[in-house]
C-alpha cells in the first residue's frame, strides 16, 4: 500500500499564495506519477495537475496553468503544488494521489486524506 501524507493547506486572502506538498511512504515503484485533484463544496472532484516523479511527463489543468506550479522530488517521494494569484473559486478540499507508470493524466490508484484551501474574497 502507499500512504499519501498532505499538508500546507489554510486560509488566505485572494491573490494570495500557498504551497501544498505531499509525501508518499509504504509501497514505492521504479516509475510513479504523482498528482493533485480538488473538490469544491457540491462539486465533482476536479483533476488539477501531475507530474511523473522523472518529469518526463506533466500536465496543469488549464483553469489554473499560469498560476499553479506541480514539482516533484524523487529522492523523497513528494510532490508540491505552488498555488499563485489564488481566486476564491479555488477553494477546496486539495487531494494528493499517485499511480505506477508516467504518465500525468488520470487514472489515479492512491489517495491522500486531503487539506483544506479556503480563498477569502
Known amino acids: 500500500q502507499v500512504q499519501l501524507v498532505e499538508s500546507g493547506g489554510g486560509l488566505v486572502q485572494a491573490g494570495g499564495s500557498l504551497r501544498l506538498s505531499c509525501t508518499a511512504s509504504?509501497?514505492?515503484?521504479?516509475?510513479?506519477?504523482m498528482g493533485w485533484f480538488r473538490q469544491a463544496p457540491g462539486k465533482e472532484p476536479q483533476f488539477v495537475a501531475g507530474?511523473?516523479?522523472?518529469?518526463?511527463?506533466?500536465y496543469t489543468e488549464n483553469s489554473v496553468k499560469g498560476r499553479f506550479t506541480i514539482s516533484g522530488d524523487n529522492t523523497k517521494n513528494a510532490v508540491y503544488l505552488q498555488m499563485n494569484s489564488l481566486k476564491p473559486e479555488d477553494t477546496a478540499v486539495y487531494y494528493c494521489?499517485?499511480?505506477?507508470?508516467?504518465?500525468?493524466?488520470?487514472?489515479?490508484?492512491?489517495w491522500g486524506q486531503g487539506t483544506q484551501v479556503t480563498v477569502s474574497s
Open positions: 494521489a499517485a499511480k505506477r507508470g508516467s504518465n500525468a493524466l488520470p487514472p489515479y490508484d492512491y
Open positions: 509504504g509501497r514505492t515503484f521504479s516509475r510513479s506519477t
Open positions: 507530474t511523473s516523479m522523472t518529469g518526463d511527463s506533466t
